[in-house]
Structures are given as structure tokens and as C-alpha cells.
């Protein structure tokens, strides 16, 4: 048998999942702090002017963006030169797990010891390799899916113990940070943050290890030489791939909702409500939901199929944030009733983010089918780049129409027809996105079943084919 070919033998196994579980896990240990307490460590520890901050962060977020498809060309152009026996992603797993916990642990740690622009630029360079070290391992990580799954209910497990590993990876750093930096002198002492971010990435490093060792790549490889892999190669993807092209859509749409909601969503309690204790009741209420929703999500997706069951969702979820704003409009919701709601109704959106990574997978099979290309790396990739476009909108957008809708935090009360857009703009808005995901793939998607038995056949006799003509060499021999 070819080196570049995988046998597939057997199905997914508990470790497999838990290996696959570990991944998002191990990245999301070091990653969530970026979104929960490194502004402050920035400001409050480093001293560095908000304005400053705001232009670094916008350099960061491009750099982030443009890494994404650029690593997973990288890699797809690398394994179709060298074919390297360990497999297509998983050996670059092993390369970035050290460099992600060094260039997390520096991050946290290095700039603290400087003043003034050196401290600055240590922290600049830090970030910029924590990024890339980032990327280098969630790229892999993320396309590795489509190389251990055969089938929907493959990648629905799959996606599932991603799903729980990202939980379980944002809640850890989420819970422990604040109360570390709280522990050694407040936030505007270095040590917490010293001691939060060199934790965080010790656990990271030793559970992006389990993810390397208890996951495997089922998939056959297709054999393609590594000149007919080109960087301009995601461009034909998405003129020809409409499957692709919903993926980047939906990208889009739901990560603008997933980040307008968690900026702005403290404005209804703030605003309207008077109580911000409200937000938490809400979203302790509605959490059983969440947890339940993930359980049954695996059993569901074999009822409905992974495509079908995303798409319910979406139309569920933004049906129900619809009518939470026309509630709004006619009479006033009591807060734990709009915390619930709404908590219900993004979840059912939610469900999208934790179930496309399935997607992605069938999207690279197709694209397979239609170019005979297999470029996991240029696709995850892109379509991360527009989860990035998306992040960039939502967490913007929010902050532009609160100037439009008049909002003003010197007044101890704001207008009606202030308090009419916030309820909109945290009601509405999200609403209109969730459809926009449900609208992709319900008129862009085009991967039917019987597109899907077409590739069924098309991989299965390009299985055979290399073992055909080895049986055939072998009988030449005798």
C-alpha cells in the first residue's frame, strides 16, 4: 500500500472522542484569556494607553485573520511533497503544542519585568507569536476532523466532544483567573496574571499532548502532488464549492451574533432593567438547557442528519429571539422571562457553532468530489478567517449603533427611543443574523443526498483502485 494511503479499520472509539475533546480543550486553555482578563492585564499591570491598545488590537486581529488560511495552504502544500508517514496534521500538533505553552507563558510573564516601550514591544512580539503558535496548532486540530470521520454520525460525535472540550476549556481559565489575581495583590498586581496564564498553559500543554496521542487519521489521504497545490487555491473553492460558501456565510452571520450579544447584552439589564444581578439569574436558569441541548445533540443528529438539525436550530433559535422582540414591542418582559428567552433562543443558535465543525468536514469531502483536491487546511482555515470577520463585526457593530440610538452614560435614565434600540439591538439584531446562518443553508447548501451518494461512490472506487493494482502486481509476481 501507497504511504500516502490510510487504511480505515474500525469506527471512532471512546478514546477518540476524549482525544478529540482534548484538543479544544488544551487550545481554549491559553486562548480564553485573551477574552477574559487580558485587556486588563494590559492597561492595569503594563500601563498601556487604551488608544494604544486599541491600534494594537486592531494590528493583532488582522494578523490573526490573514494566518489562518496562509497555515492551512501551509500545510496542505507540505504534506503533498513530503507525505509524511505520521499523517497530514497530527505532526504538526506535536510541533506547535511546546511553542503555544512558551509563547503563552512569555506573554503573561516577560513584559511584566520591562517599562515604557519595552514593555511594549515585548508584549506586541509575545502576542504576535502566541498567535501564530495558536494557529499552527488549532489549524490541524480543527481540519483533523475531517481525517477521523467516515460518515455524518462520525462528525457529529466529533463535533460534539469539541464542543464539550471548548466548554470545559473557556470555563476553567474563566473561573480560576479572577480569583488568583484576586489572591496575589489585585488586578493591578503582575503576580495573579504571572501565575493565571503560566498555569493555563501547563494544563494546556499537557492536554494538547492527549489530543496528539488519543487521536488518530482514519481518513484515506488522496494522493496530490504538491504543485497542484496552490495558495490561490481557496479562491476556486469558493466560486465552485456553494457548500463552502454557506459555511463562510453562516460564519459570519452567527459569529456576529455571538459577539454582538456578549458585548451589548448588558445594556438591556443595565439600561432597562436597573439590575445587572439579572443577567446572571437569567443565565442560570437557562444553563440546563445548554447541558441538556449537548447531551442529546449525538442522538438527534442521527435522527435528523448534521445538516438538517443545524438548520432547525437556526430557524428555532431565531424564531424564538423574533418573537422575544415582538414581546418586547407590545408589553414590558419581566427580566428573568427575557434572560431565559433569550438565553433559550441563542442556545438553539449556539447549537450551529458547537455541530459545523461536522460540516466543514462534508465541505472538504465535496470539494474532494469536485476537484479532486483534498485541502483540509486551506479550507478550516478560510472559513476561520470569516468566523474572524464575523468576530470583528459583532464586536464593533454593537458600539457604532449605540451612538446611533442615542445612548448617552451620563444620563441616569435613557430616552424611549433609546431604550426602544437597545431592545432591538440585543433582541432584534441578533435575530436577524441567526436567520441570515438559516437562510445559507437553506438556499446556498447544495450538498443533498444525492450528491452525497455520488461521493460516496466516487471515495469508494478511489479506495479500491490502489488496492486493486497492488493485488494486481503481487499476482504478476507469482
Not at 22 to 30: I, R, W
Not at 171 to 192: A, H, K, L, N, Q
Not at 346 to 366: H, P, R, T
Amino acid at each position: 500500500m501507497k504511504k500516502n494511503q490510510k487504511k480505515q479499520v474500525g469506527g471512532l472509539t471512546t478514546k477518540h472522542w476524549f482525544g478529540y475533546m482534548f484538543g479544544d480543550m488544551g487550545g481554549c486553555m491559553t486562548f480564553a484569556l485573551m477574552a477574559s482578563i487580558f485587556a486588563v492585564y494590559c492597561t492595569n499591570v503594563l500601563k498601556i494607553d487604551p488608544v494604544i491598545m486599541g491600534t494594537l488590537t486592531l494590528i493583532w486581529t488582522i494578523w490573526d485573520a490573514i494566518n489562518d488560511p496562509m497555515m492551512g495552504a501551509l500545510m496542505d502544500k507540505a504534506f503533498a511533497k513530503h507525505h509524511n508517514k505520521n499523517g497530514k496534521f497530527r505532526p504538526w500538533l506535536l510541533r506547535a503544542t511546546p511553542l503555544l505553552a512558551i509563547t503563552a507563558i512569555a506573554l503573561w510573564t516577560v513584559p511584566t519585568f520591562f517599562d515604557g516601550i519595552t514593555a511594549l514591544i515585548a508584549l506586541f512580539s509575545f502576542k504576535i507569536l502566541y498567535e501564530a503558535a495558536y494557529t499552527m496548532f488549532n489549524i490541524p486540530m480543527g481540519s483533523l476532523l475531517s481525517a477521523m470521520s467516515k460518515n455524518d454520525a462520525e462528525r457529529a460525535s466529533l463535533s460534539s466532544a469539541r464542543g464539550v472540550g471548548s466548554m470545559i476549556g473557556n470555563m476553567i481559565p474563566g473561573m480560576i483567573g479572577p480569583v488568583v489575581i484576586e489572591m496575589f495583590g489585585g488586578d493591578r498586581s503582575s503576580t495573579g496574571y504571572m501565575i493565571t496564564g503560566t498555569a493555563c498553559a501547563i494544563l494546556g500543554f499537557v492536554t494538547c499532548l492527549m489530543h496528539y496521542y488519543w487521536t488518530e487519521e482514519r481518513a484515506t489521504v488522496a494522493d496530490t502532488k504538491a504543485d497542484d497545490i496552490k495558495f490561490t487555491d481557496i479562491l476556486t473553492v469558493v466560486t465552485k464549492n456553494r457548500a463552502f460558501l454557506a459555511l463562510c456565510i453562516h460564519g459570519i452571520c452567527i459569529c456576529t451574533m455571538q459577539y454582538l450579544v456578549s458585548n451589548i447584552s448588558l445594556y438591556m439589564y443595565s439600561e432597562v432593567y436597573h439590575d445587572l444581578t439579572y443577567q446572571t439569574l437569567g443565565s442560570l436558569l437557562s444553563s440546563p438547557f445548554m447541558i441538556g441541548s449537548m447531551i442529546l445533540i449525538p442522538f438527534m443528529c442521527k435522527k435528523f442528519g448534521l445538516e438538517k438539525l443545524i438548520r432547525y436550530s437556526l430557524l428555532i433559535g431565531g424564531t424564538i429571539c423574533g418573537g422575544l422582540f415582538v414581546a418586547h414591542a407590545l408589553t414590558d418582559v419581566h427580566p428573568l422571562v427575557h434572560g431565559v428567552v433569550l438565553g433559550i433562543g441563542s442556545g438553539f443558535a449556539m447549537v450551529s457553532i458547537q455541530m459545523q465543525w461536522g460540516l466543514v468536514g462534508e465541505a472538504i469531502d465535496y470539494n474532494d468530489f469536485l476537484t479532486g483536491k483534498r485541502t483540509e487546511g486551506s479550507i478550516y482555515g478560510t472559513f476561520n478567517l470569516s468566523r474572524r470577520i464575523g468576530q470583528a463585526i459583532g464586536s464593533s457593530f454593537g458600539f457604532y449603533v449605540l451612538a446611533w440610538i442615542g445612548f448617552d452614560a451620563d444620563l441616569p435614565v435613557q430616552s424611549d427611543a433609546t431604550i426602544f434600540g437597545l431592545k432591538a439591538l440585543c433582541v432584534l439584531v441578533p435575530a436577524v443574523f441567526i436567520l441570515g446562518s438559516w437562510a445559507a443553508f437553506k438556499f446556498v447548501w447544495n450538498i443533498t443526498p444525492e450528491v452525497r451518494a455520488k461521493m460516496a461512490a466516487k471515495k469508494a472506487f478511489a479506495d479500491a483502485a490502489p488496492v486493486a493494482a497492488e493485488e494486481s502486481a503481487e499476482t504478476t509476481e507469482e
